[in-house]
C-alpha cells in the first residue's frame, strides 16, 4: 500500500532543517513550534477548551521574511472579498428583536435565557456580561447564578434543576470551563434537552449526524459559521469543505453541518499527515483548531472561502495592551488567495452570541408552538 | 472561486455522450443509468434502507467491453489480498464463545438477546434466524417476538418495553424494515441504551461523534468494518479514509469510527461532484452506498484497501437462482489496483452477526461489571 508521505511543500516553512520535512514533524507543528516564546490562545466565546498549550513567535509563523511564503501563486494584493461578521451579526439580531416583539405581543411571552457562571474567571466574567447586554438589546430577559469557585457539583446541578423547570427560562447556559473539579461532562448532559441553546447535549449531536433527524438545536459557532456563508450568497452543496480541527464545540458539529447542507467534507486534525495538501483540496475551508496562523496561504485553494474560528492572543510590543488577537488563519497570506475569507476579530466571533438569541428565541416559540 | 468541476475520467464510463460529462451526470450516476433493466440491491444485514431504487444492466457497468475501463495503471491479474471476512467473523465467534462461558462460570449469567420480528417478510425472517443460530453456536440465549404486519405501534412498543426491564436479556434487537406504518425512529429510540446492541440510538450516534465521549455500543457493521482492518493488521492512524455513502446505520457511522481511530476521513455522496477524483485520494476506501459496482477500478488508488459493504443482487441468468451477490465496488476492477479487498458475499457480511454477539456479551459483562 502507499504510505502517506509529507507532500506539502508547505509545511517544510516551519522548519530550516531537511529532517525535520517528514510526517513526524508535519504532526508537530500542530502542537509546538522550534520557538518558545509564549503566545495565548483563547477563544472568547467559550472555546478555551479547543486550545492547545504551545508556545510560538508570531513573526516567526506569518512575517518573518526569511520563512515567508515564496508561492508565485500569491497575489500581491488582497483579493478576497472580506465577510463581514460584525455586520451580519448585527443584522441577525435585529431580525431578532422584532420576532421578539412579535413573540411577546402574540403570546405575552418573552423569551428568556439564563446563565451559570462558577468562579471567577475575568474572561468568563466579561463573556457572561456581553451575553446578558446582547440579550437585553433584543428584548430578551436574562438571568444569572453565579457560584463560588469552590462549589460542590451538587449545587451546580441543583441550579441547572432549578432553570430545567422554571417555565420562565428557554435556554440555559453553563459557562465553561468550569472549575476543574467538576465534571463538565455531567453538568452540561444535565441541562433539559429542550433549553440546551449550546446544542452540546450527546443527544443533539446524535440528530446532527444522522439523516432525517431534526437536532433541538444547532451549536452556536458552528450554526454561526453556516449563517455567514449563506447570509454571503455562498453555496454549499456540492462544495468541498475542510473543517481543520475536530473539537467537540466546533470542528465536529460544524463538519456535520457542512454535510447536511450537502458539502463533501474532510475533516484535518492532529493526526492528518499532510494538512495543507488536504486543505488545499477545499472550496470551503473552517478552521478551529486554536493555534494562531496555523492555516498559512499556501494550505488555501485559489479562489477558496475561509471562515476563521480561531481567536489567539499574540504578544505585539506595538499595541498598547502587549498582545492583539490573529485568528487560526495567516490572514495577511490567505486573503491574497482566497476568494472571500472572515476577518479576526469581527467575523466568526460576534455570531456566537446571535446564535445564542437565535437558539433562545426558537426554544421560546417552540414550547408555545408559535411559528 | 473555483467551481468544482467533473474531472474524473472515471465517471464518463457511465454514459456515452459527452453531454453527460458534466456535474448532473456525475450526480447522476449514482442513483440510476441509462440502462433499465432491473436489478436489486439488497443488504442481508437489516441494510435495506441503504438502498436506492435504481436499474443498471450488471454487464454495462462492469464487464461491458465498450465501456471496460481503459486505465494504463491497471494490473492484467489480481494483485490485492483477500480479506477473508468469513474466517475472520468465526474466529471472532470462537473467541466469543470461549468469553461466554467465562462468564457463565464465574457469575452464573448467560448473555441474552431479543430479537423483535413484525411482519413475514421473508429476509427478515431468514436474518432472524441466522442471528438465533449464531446465538446458539456462540452460548448466548436468544428469544425472539414474532408481531404480525398488522400490529400497532404500541404492540412493539410494548414488547420493547418488556425486554428493557428483563434482566436475562443483554441486547436487544429490532429486525429492520418495520412495516411502513409505524415510526421506526421512535420505535428504535425506545430500545434502552443499556441494550441497545445496534448502537443505533441517537445518543450512541452523538457519543460516537464526540472526543472524549464513549458509545455504550458501536453499531455493528461498522464495527465489522474496523476489525477486518485491524484483525488484518492494516493501521488507521494516519491514514486518508473515504467513506462512500452517508446513511445513519453504515456510511455515518463508520465514518466517525474511522475518526475516531486518527484516520483522516471525507464522505462521498450523491451529492458530491467527483465522487471518483475523492475517493482515489483514499489509503482507505469504505463504500457502502447500495448501489452494485459503483466504485470502479479507476476510483481506487493504487494499493489502497477496500472494504465493500454493500451486498446487491444483480440479475444473472447463468446462476441457478436467475442472480448473483456483488458488492458496491467493482471488484473485478479493484482487486487489480487494490492492496487488500473484501469480497461479496464473505467480507463484510459475516462480521455484523459477530459484532452483534459481541455487543451483546459486551452488554452483560458491563451489566455485570466483568472485567
Not at 32 to 46: C, K
Not at 282 to 304: E, H, M, S, Y
Request: aromatic content about 4%.
Amino acid at each position: 500500500m502507499e504510505s502517506l508521505t509529507f507532500k506539502s511543500a508547505a509545511n517544510s516553512l516551519y522548519f530550516h532543517s531537511p529532517k525535520h520535512s517528514s510526517i513526524k514533524a508535519s504532526r508537530l507543528q500542530f502542537f509546538r513550534s522550534s520557538s518558545t516564546a509564549p503566545y495565548h490562545s483563547f477563544l472568547p466565546e467559550r472555546h478555551a477548551s479547543l486550545s492547545p498549550s504551545i508556545g510560538l513567535k508570531l513573526h516567526e509563523i506569518c512575517v518573518n521574511p526569511i520563512m515567508a511564503v515564496q508561492d508565485a501563486s500569491l497575489a500581491s494584493e488582497p483579493v478576497a472579498i472580506v465577510i463581514d461578521g460584525k455586520s451580519i451579526a448585527k443584522q441577525i439580531r435585529n431580525e431578532i428583536a422584532v420576532e421578539v416583539s412579535r413573540v411577546k405581543d402574540a403570546l405575552g411571552i418573552v423569551p428568556g435565557l439564563a446563565v451559570i457562571l462558577v468562579g471567577s474567571r475575568p474572561d468568563s466574567q466579561t463573556y457572561v456580561r456581553n451575553k446578558k447586554k446582547a440579550c437585553e438589546a433584543v428584548g430578551i430577559t436574562s438571568q444569572e447564578v453565579h457560584l463560588p469557585e469552590d462549589s460542590s457539583e451538587e449545587e451546580v446541578l441543583t441550579a441547572v434543576s432549578r432553570f430545567n423547570v422554571d417555565p420562565t427560562v428557554h435556554g440555559i447556559l453553563i459557562q465553561l470551563p468550569l472549575p476543574k473539579h467538576m465534571n463538565e461532562e455531567k453538568i452540561v448532559n444535565a441541562v433539559s434537552i429542550e433549553k440546551d441553546v449550546d446544542g452540546f447535549n450527546e443527544l443533539n449531536i446524535g440528530r446532527l449526524a444522522m439523516q432525517g433527524r431534526a437536532p433541538l438545536f444547532v451549536p452556536c459557532t458552528p450554526k454561526g459559521c453556516i449563517e455567514l456563508l449563506t447570509r454571503s450568497g455562498i453555496k454549499i452543496e456540492g462544495k468541498r469543505a475542510v473543517v481543520v480541527g475536530r473539537s467537540n464545540i466546533v470542528g465536529t458539529p460544524v463538519a456535520l453541518l457542512l454535510q447536511r447542507h450537502n458539502a463533501t467534507v474532510s475533516i484535518v486534525h492532529s493526526r492528518t499527515n499532510n494538512p495543507a495538501e488536504i486543505t488545499r483540496e477545499a472550496d470551503i475551508v473552517i478552521a478551529a483548531v486554536g493555534v494562531a496562523n496555523l492555516v498559512r496561504g499556501n494550505w488555501i485553494k485559489p479562489g477558496a472561502v475561509v471562515i476563521d474560528v480561531g481567536i489567539n492572543a499574540v504578544d505585539d510590543p506595538t499595541s498598547q495592551r502587549g498582545y492583539r488577537l490573529v485568528g487560526d488563519v495567516c490572514y495577511e497570506e490567505a486573503c491574497k488567495i482566497a476568494s472571500a475569507i472572515t476577518p479576526v476579530p469581527g467575523g466568526v466571533g460576534p455570531m456566537t452570541i446571535a446564535m445564542l438569541l437565535s437558539n433562545t428565541l426558537a426554544s421560546a416559540k417552540r414550547l408555545h408552538n408559535f411559528q
